[in-house]
Every structure is written in C-alpha cells, then in structure tokens.
C-alpha cells in the first residue's frame, strides 16, 4: 500500500509509539489517583508529555495544556467556554466541521457570525481579519492550514490584530501541529486546539487545548479529578479545570514518544521532506491534461496537502480506482469542509485529496503522478 491520507490520520508513526502504548497498558495506573508506583509513574509520564506540547508550542507551561480526544473536544470546548451570547465572531470558509458546527450552535443563542471568503487568489488575508472586526466582536476562530487544499493563514499578523483589539484568538492546529511552526506567544494564541494523530505521529484518541494563562474558559464537562472531591465545582485553575475524569493515559504514553521523536529529529528537517515531495506531487500532476488541482502552492510556509479532479469525474470513483487498481489510499468527499468546497465549487464532486508525511518517499510520488497520468488518459 502507498498510503497518501496522512491529513486524516498518520498511519506509519515513528519507531517506539506502538511500544509505548503497550507498555503503558501493562504497566500504567491511573494518573493523580494514587500514590503508588503504577499511578505516580502515569502521573509522570503525562506531565512530561505537558512539558513536551508546551515546548513545541512555546506555551505559557505545561500546566496549561489539558488533554482532550482530539482537536474536536478542544474546539468545543473552547468554543462554548469562551464565546457568549452577545459576541459576534469572525470565521472563514476554509474551516472543518469541527469549528462550524459548533459556531452554528452558538448562533442560535444569539453569537453573530461573519464567515471570510477566499479572494482571487484562493487565499484570505490578515487585512480581510482586521476589517470584519466589530465593537461587538468576542473571538477570531480559525484553522492554520485548510484540510482541503493545505492553504496556510498567517497566524503571525492574525493574533497581532487579535491582540490589538482586544479579542480571543482560537486557532484549530489539526493540520499544523508537527508539521508548520506554533508559536504561541509569538502569535498571539489564546486557546491552541491540537489532535495527536495527525502530523504530530501519536495514537488516534489524543490530543487537547493549549490555553494562555488568565484565560476564561467554562469547562465543557465536569466531573472527577483526584483533588478537592467534596467541592461542588470543578477545581477552577489548569488542567484540572478541563480534564474531568480519566485521562487517556495509554494513548497520551504513545503521544510522548512521538513528540520526542519530533524534538529529535526536529520539524524544519520534517517538513523541509515533506515540502519536497509536495512540490513534487504538485508539479507532477497540475499540468496532465484534465487535472485540476485546488489550492495556493506560492506559499513558502504550507500543509502538505495535494487536492485535485480528473474532469468531471467523480473524486469518490477516482479514489476507488487509485485503491483498487495501483494500491494508493486517498480520501475524497467533502473532507468535513462544506464552505470550502462551494467556494471551489466542487460540491458535488468533491476533491481527491493527496496528504503526505516525512514517511512517504519519491518513489511513491512518482507512482501516483504516474496513476494519475494514466487515469486522465482514459
């Protein structure tokens, strides 16, 4: 198998995740719950975890970061915790059902939205940002890199117009964390809401929130945390203000071996491969006849993400094919995107997207470049 669906989860993961996640099974308790070894040593384990994700982010301290599922559960909660009735916020068409869904909820308790368009250029800017800002405006929620074509936002010039203004600035790393640099404090970021399974190589059920210090965030669940039982409220300061019971300590012991491989081999060497075979896809493909792909690949700074049509073919027909003819695993569809696609005006057809790791080699783009010349020539 030539496996190209790296944007929805990363099936090869680094030497030593698998083996974490086993030895966490066999040997980890319950972390913060006992004093014994099995929980200290799961304790331990997830706050070096912490130290790791803050590290990487240039978060406010480990402490500040709480585990969740995945960026979906971050998203909400940060979401719901921080927006009110009352507050306008800004969005774009580029976002995953993971931030408009919850939006969409949000309207109807009374939050305004103003949803961005792409300009002619398939890209948004900060400029575009700044003027939807009103004296009502609470929040700006945006993705880093789009799921769908793997156009990248400045979040640089972004959270400094947030910060200007006086707004929170929540930002949806699905398909940025491990591959594109995060700088928190650099950008601005109030709420970073990341997922493991992605570009960060970590086990599928990880993920969570990193939030800036003195931040209000309602708890999006409540329940136990080890400490302070016999309140009434969950315990008000991080992370146990958003980790109400059990952490996935199994899962998050695979997470930990992934970021140290990260920190090891380092994410500038990462995506400096990543790029390469990106481009390479990209300049392979767009000029076969009847291809067309979607997305700004001018950018230095972008998700290695490849999305195209072959005519008016169906993307679901042509991802078949690419399975069960040449072997190449692909997703195609909606990708969980509805604004995107009408604004590529590919509702109906989708996009078969090409997603790649560090993992993938040359050889497999020159395969798929070849699938693909083959499939426009019939």
């Keep these: 198998m030539i496996y190209f669906d790296n944007a929805a989860t990363t099936l090869k993961k680094p030497d030593g995740v698998a083996q974490a996640v086993s030895d966490a099974i066999m040997n980890l308790g319950n972390a913060g719950r006992g004093a014994y070894d099995a929980s200290l040593h799961s304790m331990r384990m997830a706050y070096e975890t912490r130290e790791l994700l803050n590290e990487l982010f240039n978060g406010e301290g480990p402490e500040q970061i709480a585990f969740m599922s995945n960026a979906t559960e971050a998203l909400n909660t940060a979401i719901n915790g ?7 916020v800004v969005t774009t068409v580029m976002e995953h059902n993971s931030v408009l869904r919850p939006l969409y909820l949000k309207e109807q308790t009374g939050v305004a939205l103003t949803v961005l368009p792409l ?3 398939g890209l948004i800017s900060s400029e575009a940002f700044e003027e939807a800002i009103r004296p009502d405006t609470e929040a700006v929620v945006c993705t880093h890199a789009s799921n769908v074509t793997g156009t990248a936002l400045n979040l640089y010039r972004i959270g400094e117009a947030c910060k200007r203004h006086g707004l929170h600035f929540i930002v949806d790393a699905s398909q940025s964390a491990g591959i594109l640099p995060i700088d928190m404090q650099a950008m601005n970021i109030d709420a ?3 997922t493991g399974h992605k570009g960060l190589f970590g086990p599928q059920g990880t993920g969570g929130i990193c939030l800036r210090k003195g931040i209000t965030i309602r708890p999006l669940k409540v329940g136990g945390s080890g400490i302070h039982s ?5 315990p008000q300061f991080m992370p146990e203000l958003l980790e109400a019971g059990t952490i996935n300590a199994h899962g998050i012991a695979g997470l930990n071996a992934s970021l140290k491989y990260l920190k090891k081999e380092g994410l500038e060497k990462l995506y400096t491969k990543e790029a390469l075979l990106t ?5 392979g493909v767009r000029r076969i006849e009847g291809v ?10 972008r998700a290695p993400v490849v999305s195209l049509n072959i005519r ?3 993307a679901g027909k042509v991802s078949e094919i690419l399975w069960e003819d040449y072997g190449i695993a692909t997703r195609a569809g909606a990708h969980c995107a509805p604004l995107m696609h009408e604004a590529l005006e590919t509702t109906e057809q989708g996009v078969v997207r090409f997603s790649f790791s560090s993992f993938n080699t040359i050889e497999e783009i020159k395969q798929g470049i070849e ?3 083959e499939l426009a020539s019939e």
Excluded at 230 to 234: A, S, Y
Excluded at 279 to 283: A, P, R, V
Excluded at 292 to 301: I, L, M, P, S, T
């Design 82 to 88: 921080m927006i009110q009735p009352g507050n306008h």
């Design 119 to 121: 300009d002619e250029n």
């Design 192 to 194: 970073l809401c990341f």
């Design 230 to 234: 016999f309140d009434k409220e969950q």
């Design 279 to 283: 481009k390479t896809f990209y300049e």
């Design 292 to 301: 067309r792909v979607y997305g700004n690949f001018d950018q230095e700074k």
């Design 312 to 314: 008016d073919e169906d």
């Design 371 to 373: 699938a693909i010349r």
